[in-house]
């Protein structure tokens, strides 16, 4: 009996090992780019990963109502980005070595609209790169601030 209690402890210890973590925070740097002159801001990264589902909020440090939520629904080639739906595209994805060499999909909006968001570039395992929008701000989120991966990046999302 008791060498079964064992067997049991170690199998519930082993398969505890290759769980994946389901909920996770840190912190990415955000530059703006709205005017003339960039801007800098810190947001916090909120991950959770349910049972068909991985959700991503993004909430600032300097005004917690610039919150961007994502929801990439697993198996699926969208994600919903507010109450908007974005397909993946056909697009080499973008790529660094910098960032892990992690493939960064393009994904555009479901119903394109004139000054509408997109593209978007977007890893599963690292969240949001960034958002483009003709109207609005870009913003690109990296682990820490880099010019030339920053400049990279806009070059992408322009072609």
């Not at 993946?88 to 992690?102: I, M, S």
């Not at 890893?123 to 913003?139: D, K, S």
Request: proline share 4%.
């Amino acid at each position: 009996m008791r060498k079964i209690l064992t067997y049991i402890l170690l199998l519930t210890i082993c398969f505890g090992c290759f769980e994946k973590k389901t909920e996770w925070k840190t912190e990415r740097s955000a530059i703006i780019f709205f005017s003339s002159e960039p801007k800098n801001e810190t947001f916090t990264l909120t991950f959770k990963k349910n049972e068909n589902s991985l959700i991503y909020q993004y909430v600032s440090h300097i005004d917690t109502s610039k919150t961007i939520f994502i929801k990439k629904t697993l198996e699926s080639n969208f994600i919903l980005f507010g109450s908007e739906k974005f397909i993946k595209t056909d697009k080499k994805p973008f790529k660094n070595e910098k960032l892990n060499d992690l493939e960064f999909e393009f994904y555009n909006i479901e119903n394109p609209i004139t000054d509408g968001t997109g593209p978007i570039l977007f890893n599963p395992t690292y969240g949001l790169l960034a958002i483009n929008n003709v109207f609005g701000p870009t913003i690109i989120f990296l682990d820490e601030k880099n010019d030339t991966i920053t400049q990279q990046i806009i070059t992408k999302l322009n072609e």
